[in-house]
């Protein structure tokens, strides 16, 4: 336990102008406050706030965050209140205070849009000041090494929730020691014996191979003397959690994972991180693949290194981390790094980057449980890299096709794309991009985006854009709609057309809790309410009644009348359970947000579908002679040489479009086939039906 004087002397070491008297002045303050409280484990609770100072002094931090993590859980848990930390510490730390206490207050629930919500919330204090999450951070770690004095069932929810969120987050914003002690103390608790017997192997293995890490060591030092470099080496051993991991992932043993442990070259410039890398490869052969240089091009979380693997002595391969000492810092200490030292100093331009990249995922995401999502994709370190024709550089996550890299650009580039140039040659959209593509977009005006876009897009941000254009447009369809539907209906009870811009209108609105005329359309549209429904409340001796909802057919004449000729401005479909063509009698039901699907009156969908009753239409075939209409036909025949010849010519010489055929044959010698046609009308229907009746060695025709 650490006490506050040593705490000091820890914060001057780093800080030696660090406002000693603020932090004195916090830690009184949140002792008092928090005297009557003890911790689970029966210390007094003051410890906890000093741990979590203590963390936060070992990220080097200002005494503003240090200060705040003394007094992070006072306005939660005691009877101080926010303006009494504004009065004594000012308005920053209040902040701080205020801001981990919102998130403390953050549980995540079981359930999973609770959660997306609340983790946003996470990200939007965050993204304010950075400082927020990196309290919340040392308070969980605390929690997380204390965590054998919770009851187990506690233990594993907590540890589920620091792996799943805290733990990516830690990664995300590169701080690399949190993460992996997250992970670790995580899989400790939800895994206890795995745990166990991971970490004794891999101490196994250290021992075992000491001595030739060592000679490697050697040998290296010897070549750095040599050409007169200056470089310290580390060797580092893979957390457990991370060898877990790669042994589920990749199917392989723990003795098949050649980087249990690694090294880690720091120098001092990046010139001779390059030349440690020659003196490297010239010592052994390295796998081609195996080489990244993220000095060229660095990570998202600012992770810059280069990181090659070599086949070593005897045949082992080994992996190597070559980077300079600020490079280290930033890839132990990520975001943390660039708050140190520092009491007034504004965010550096790094710092500036990452923020614009959290004010960018907030901004995209309106829906919480696709934020959630897009933080799952995106945290992890899987990157590619490709560029604009211009050498622009693009960073997208792994599995990103041309329609992802489009919406990078520009939404309007995103709607509007039609195709890709990758190196040059022209690609399918949904091809998936490689690191290091050059990448142009072909547009066009007339294109918009597809439902069937969302299968080939990764980025967060693409699939936002196309479901909002997506559900832009069925608004737009349920607008029509709805003011087909109501106006039929208010013409059908010789009601005048204004009487939606009446009064009364208003009050049928106001009973529905509808506010807008808009909204009226969309839920009529949507066939959320029907149109009967609305203006049956207009007409002055009906007003009172109430509306029936049950199943019992209503009958045609109280719903509203539309012909497909009279609504070629909104989308129809034919369904495609029982194909109806003109002369069937049909009835059409609405699919939100997609208009009317037209069925044949005694469809086996359509009876199950009936039960919202709200949702049928009564359409009419316009007479209209120009309409076609798809029509199937199952046909069972002897399976002969040639009748399907015979059949296909029978129907073109009725001037009638196959547009879809398919034959079986069973094993007891019969042909099964299915013809989806393009007809006008049902006599024209029966015409054919009748002539392929008579087609020698068909036996049975079916709709
Ligand atoms: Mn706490």
Redo the contacts with the bound molecule.
Sequence with gaps: MITIDQLIEKILAYNPKANIDRIRRAYVFSREAHCAQKRIEGSPYIH??LA?ANILADMHLDSITIAAGLL??TIEDTDMSLNDIKDMFGNEVAFLVEAVTKL?KVEFKTKEEAQAENFRKMFLAMSKDVRVILIKFA?RLH?MRTIEYLPEERQKNIAKETLEIYAPLANRLGINWLKIEFEDLCFKVLMPELFKELKEKVAKYVEVHERYFDDVKESISQRLKESGIEAKIKSRVKNVYSIYNKILKQKITFEQIYDVIGFRIITDTVPHCYEILSIIHSLWPHIPGRFKDFISLPKKNMYESLHTTVIGPLGYQMEFQIRTQEMDLIAEEGIAAHWRYKEKDNLDSKNARFIAWLRDLIKEVSDAKEFLEAVKVEVTPETIYVFTPKGDIKELPIGSTSIDFAYSIHTEVGNKCIGAKVNGRIVPLRQKLNSGDVVEIITSASQTPSKDWLKYVVTQRAKSKIKQWIRNEERKQSISLGTNLIEEEIKRHSLPLNIIKSKKMLDVMKSFGIQSLEDLYVLVGFGKLSAHQVVNRLIPDKSEEEVPQKIQKTPPQQRSVIKIKGIDNILYHIGKCCFPVPGDNIIGFITKGKGVTIHRVGCSNLERLAVNVERLVDVEWSDDGDLTSQAKLSIEAIDRPGILANLSALISSANINISYLKAMSTSDKRAIIELILDIKNKKQLFEIQNKISQVQGVLNIRR
Excluded: C, K, L
């Design positions: 906890h706030p979590v992070h859980d403390s308070d929690n």
